[in-house]
């Protein structure tokens, strides 16, 4: 018994073990209580009202894990945390726009969506994890990697600010380049399946081939990873407590694949708030430079302004599109299906 309790007391990245096991068990059980009770049926369709029911779950419960943040480690840490699911909650609108533009390129029916995103979701746990244990390591080695953090939220601000209207262009990506040149993969879906066996063309014997809903889970995980460049170091701006870092990412992502059902019909009314996620990213980069010279910002400071930005970039979008706008530029199915295959 007193191995165990020192093994739940013992320090891992600044918090006791227990901390951490206790935010993994929440994650676990969220995932089995979606897959085993709310999607227990694979084929079934995730509506726009579910995805506002769901989304809503998940963001409350991610408030409800700040509270008690803000109560056991103090208001410090309970508005740091705030401040980085904010952060992290708005720039996945962008991932949102991707994600979609992924699901009509390779032209994945609804019913499949839920099974990549569901699965994309346990590669962000990991991933996200890895990169930010790492950046925390780094930072606390070395301290001037902050500096770094800052100049390159600044650019990447300024360059979201220029490249405002630039769509990513799924057809030259370079990795789907390579899995094509390496990868057998389908000329069209089996169901749920990311793999089945088929006879090769040449040979005729039974070979491995993957289908277009495997190259979109990929694909769909390397999005995560790009703009996880932003975000970690975006909130390494915040705090560098890993557990703050962590825990507000998570929470962020997991209501992601909730919420994807309901915005990718009407990301479109958002447009404005490209321009206000840059400028969230300007200032946090500035804030970096302020910190190392003057001492560190109010944490007040950093999540009112950081949600003034926000609130303004999405209200002035909603004003702007009020009387409908352009849909998003996506790929009719039938063109989707066509470019996959060529």
């Not at 991707?98 to 746990?125: C, D, E, K, N, T």
């Not at 309901?262 to 302020?290: D, E, P, S």
């Amino acid at each position: 018994m007193d191995a165990l309790s020192s093994f739940l007391l013992a320090d891992f990245l600044g918090h006791a073990v227990w901390l951490w096991l206790m935010f993994i068990a929440i994650v676990i059980a969220l995932l089995v209580f979606d897959l085993g009770v709310l999607h227990r049926d694979p084929n079934h369709v995730i509506g726009v009202r579910e995805s506002l029911w769901l989304s809503a779950l998940y963001i409350s419960l991610a408030l409800v894990f700040g509270a008690w943040v803000w109560w056991y480690l103090g208001a410090r840490s309970g508005m740091e945390y705030y401040t980085g699911f904010l952060i992290e909650k708005s720039l996945a609108l962008d991932n949102v726009f991707v994600i979609a533009l992924i699901f009509s390129y390779f032209a994945i029916p609804p019913q499949y969506q839920h099974r990549v995103l569901f699965w994309g979701i346990l590669g962000v746990i990991v991933l996200r994890a890895i990169m930010i244990g790492v950046g925390a390591a780094i930072v606390s080695q070395w301290s001037w990697v902050l500096w770094i953090f800052g100049a390159f939220l600044l650019a990447t601000g300024v360059k979201m600010l220029w490249m405002i209207d630039n769509m990513p262009d799924i057809a030259s990506n370079p990795l789907l380049r390579f899995m094509k040149k390496h990868l057998r993969v389908t000329n069209e879906l089996h169901g749920h399946r990311f793999f089945v066996t088929q006879p090769h063309p040449v040979s005729g014997r039974a070979a491995l081939w993957a289908t277009p809903l495997f190259f979109a889970l990929v694909l769909v995980e390397f999005a995560d990873l790009i703009f996880a460049v932003d975000s970690v170091p975006a909130i390494f701006a915040i705090t560098q407590d890993p557990f703050i870092v962590y825990t507000s990412n998570i929470f962020a992502i997991l209501g992601l694949r909730a919420l994807y059902f309901a915005l990718a019909a009407v990301i479109h009314r958002f447009t404005y708030l490209k321009y206000a996620l840059a400028v969230v990213l300007i200032f946090i980069g500035c804030k970096i430079f302020y910190n190392q010279l003057y001492g560190k910002m109010d944490a007040w400071i950093s999540l009112s302004v950081t949600f003034g930005l926000l609130a303004a970039g999405i209200l002035y979008s909603l004003y702007k599109t009020r009387s409908g706008g352009p849909a998003p530029a996506a790929l009719p199915a039938g063109d989707a299906a066509a470019q996959r295959t060529a």
